[in-house]
């Protein structure tokens, strides 16, 4: 198929996405019956398990790292978009526009002629990283730039917003189910204050580790705010993806003391930089999707800061 009318189709799928998202048409479900919400991705749909309770019903969306070209909903779920009652996604516009590229690919039935389900944009509120400064290209498909035009997919590695997440999603889904609105509310609250009593230990103990030079290869945790040691995503010519060799090289002239590998870091950069010398190495992911047995929002961050934790360790006994 000609390029220029593959590009025109997908950019046409998010203009539509986009539409419905502002419109937000509403999809009431039975009374008695959970919603339905398809969510973008694991961590946010913690939130919405959180909030939601036992009201709703959630599947992932998508599954890996977001910042690809032709992005997908995960085939496992896909049969089930029909039947959902709301979205719940970032603001991201290759979300909008793969989601209704896969409602578009289904048989036309009366289902796919009638749905119009409400989107929930938690990007309302959040604090993000400008765009234009989260370029940290080098070892993702595709330069970074390409894709953060379309707005910035990991607010949510910022536990600051976690409450404004929550307040959006309790929001939405009290349209959907007015009765219901005070137990959404309920539930946002106790989440929040459980998060802001988390993100004051959290903080405590990322005070030690002030001076601390961290390479994180997901260059999504440029929105962690929470002090201690210094976050760095590789900077290098955007859309150009070096070889292992030239991300070497950038690195050691970073002189970081350690690396975060995310799971989703292209195999050849990643054993690249396990060589790097005189550098702690940790598998760190950014997603509790990746965290063998983890199931709450907070668990990503506690994670994290464990990982952190640990690389300040290695590094004093390197010294």
């Not at 993000?128 to 607010?155: I, K, L, M």
């Amino acid at each position: 198929m000609n390029e220029r009318i593959k590009k025109g189709r997908w950019f046409g799928a998010v203009a539509v996405g986009f539409l419905l998202a502002c419109l937000g048409v509403s999809s009431l479900a039975a009374e008695g019956a959970p919603l339905v919400v398809a969510v973008s991705e694991p961590d946010i749909e913690a939130i919405v398990k959180e909030v939601g309770g036992t009201q709703v019903e959630t599947f992932t969306l998508f599954t890996g790292c977001i910042l690809r070209r032709q992005l997908t909903v995960d085939p496992a779920v896909k049969s089930k978009l029909l039947g959902a009652n709301v979205i719940v996604w970032t603001g991201f516009m290759p979300e909008a526009g793969a989601i209704r590229l896969a409602v578009g690919s289904f048989p036309e039935s009366p289902e796919k002629k009638s749905w119009n389900p409400p989107w929930i944009n938690l990007s309302e509120g959040a604090v993000q990283v400008d765009p234009a400064h989260a370029s940290g290209g080098g070892y993702c498909e595709g330069d970074v730039n390409e894709f953060t035009v379309h707005g910035d997919p990991f607010f949510r590695l910022n536990p600051e917003n976690g409450g404004a997440m929550a307040r959006e999603i309790a929001k939405g889904l009290a349209k959907l189910r007015p009765a219901s609105k005070a137990y959404f509310k309920v539930n946002s609250e106790t989440f929040s204050k459980a998060l802001t009593s988390n993100i004051a230990k959290w903080k405590e103990a990322l005070k030690p580790l002030a001076g601390m030079r961290v390479l994180c290869t997901q260059c999504g945790w440029e929105n962690f705010k929470l002090g201690g040691p210094e976050l760095l995503v590789c900077k290098m010519k955007p859309g150009c993806c070096p070889t292992p060799e030239a991300l070497v090289k950038h690195v050691e002239e970073m002189k970081v003391d350690a690396i975060l590998l995310d799971p989703h870091t292209s195999p050849k950069h990643a054993d690249a930089l396990r060589k790097v010398p005189n550098v702690i190495i940790a598998d760190v992911p950014s997603s509790i999707g990746d965290i063998t047995g983890a199931t709450g929002y907070a668990s990503l961050f506690g994670n994290f800061v464990e990982a952190l934790q640990k690389c300040s360790k290695g590094r004093s006994g390197k010294s």
